[in-house]
């Protein structure tokens, strides 16, 4: 019985709700409860597939959607294939998808432990480390994927090995051995190699031994200042470096307190301390000091033990004829001249010269020029001439210059009391030796003023200043009005 209606309905009178499209229990609700998710059965093979949908049990309906093909009732049962990402044939097994047919990217196997890397599979080898710490471990085991942990390195040693791990093989320092240009450096690692008899009447074979090469020092040598260790001793040139000093004069000696050391010596220096003046390049060691000239002339050395010398002139002579300056003021043989005459006949020759006479120097040979420098001067005086008077010489050679007695040599001289050099016509005076007061020329048109005489220039003043006999001429009065 349902409630058709479920208008005023007995409540004792409704049934319980099935899913049949009714309110059977008269909730106002139809098929509430009751509802189930169908799923197409195309085939009628009890198994449905494809989209779910709710409602009421009907004939080619199912509950389940478990057939895997609802055109073909014979094939209905899901295969579960497995994810592989990395496409290396085996699936990941916590990723699967239920199908009839393999979807791409899917396989049947399961037990791949990695399934973002290739390499990373079943049956596949993970490696790790290098040379001697090299491991490999199966990479999937038991679907879990292997850790791979290298093996410990050790010390390196020469085995062709690489003991340390770090990619090099034998890979040790080199061995170095000597000091200074003695020394060398070498491979740590080198074949040993020997000729070796390896079978009975066959010639030998070279036969090597990998192993620890050894090292030989370079031979020594003399010490030399080059900057290196000739002698491998250790030091770099020991004994052998220059100490250098100050050589402020550039002599190439130097003095005062060692500046610096090395092999070659910079410029203003010295390898040595042995100048006695450092400001004076022309007093060093070997050398000499001069002073004094002609006979005090002297030389000493200008260094001795380090101390300069004092050079001191010999003690001068009085001057003599032996081609030496005896008095050593520079000169030879500066001995006044020989003097003789006076006046015009006076002479002079020097005290030095050579007398020369014939002397026989070999028997039966003839006489030879024999010549000897002394005091041989010969002075011989000039002939005495007339007198001749007012030129201040002593031609007669007496001793008095214009001294002449006879009239007939004498001459006129004229008084010039205003000493302008032109004497007046009157008045004149006639003897041989300038008198006082007097001249030799005449012409002066006034005695009594220096501005008045033979060519002196003519003014405007009323008188005759140059002597010329006419007063103010050339007309030097109209040129003095318009000035």
Known sequence: ?????????????????????????????????????????????????????????????????????????????????????????????????????????????????????????????????????????????????????????????????????????????????????????????????????????????????????????????????????????????????????????????????????GCNVPAGASANSQDCNDTNAQIKPGSLKHCGVGACASSVQACVNGTEQQCRPGIPEAEFCDRVDNDCNGQVDDVPPKTCGVGICARSVPACAMACSMEEVEDGKPPIEVCEWGDNGVCIPGKPSPEVCDNGLDEDCNGWPDDSSSPSAWVDFYPDQDLDGYGATSGVTHACRPLMGTTRVSGDCDDSRADMKPGAAEVCDGVDNNCSGVTDESGVCDQSICQ
């Open 1 to 261: 019985m349902y409630c058709p209606t479920c208008e005023d309905p007995d409540p004792t009178g409704c049934e319980p709700e099935v899913c049949d499209g009714l309110d059977n229990d008269c909730d106002g609700v139809i098929d509430n409860g009751v509802t189930r998710i169908r799923y197409r059965d195309a085939d009628g093979d009890g198994k449905g597939a494809g989209p779910g949908k709710e409602g009421c049990f009907q004939q080619g309906w199912v509950t389940n959607n478990s057939d895997c093909d609802d055109s073909n009732a014979a094939l209905w049962q899901w295969t579960r294939f497995y994810r592989d990402v990395d496409a290396d044939g085996f699936g990941a097994p916590g990723n699967w998808s239920d199908s009839c047919a393999q979807p791409s990217g899917y396989v049947r196997d399961s037990t791949d432990c990695n399934d973002n890397s290739f390499a990373i599979k079943p049956g596949a080898l993970k490696h790790c480390g290098v040379g001697a710490c090299s491991v490999s471990v199966q990479a999937c085991v038991n679907g879990v994927e292997s850790t791979c942990l290298p093996g410990l390195p050790s010390p390196e040693i020469c085995d062709q090995i690489d003991n340390n791990c770090n990619g090099q093989t034998d890979d040790l320092p080199p061995i170095t051995c000597g000091v200074g240009i003695c020394q060398r450096t070498v491979p740590a690692c080198v074949n040993h190699c020997e000729l070796e008899h390896v079978q009975d009447g066959k010639p030998p074979v070279e036969v090597c031994t990998w192993g620890v090469n050894l090292c030989s020092p370079g031979n020594p040598r003399a010490e030399v200042c080059n900057g290196a260790d000739d002698n491998c001793n250790g030091t770099i040139d020991d004994g052998v470096l220059l100490t250098f000093y100050r050589d402020a004069d550039g002599d190439s000696f130097g003095a005062g307190a060692p500046i610096g050391s």
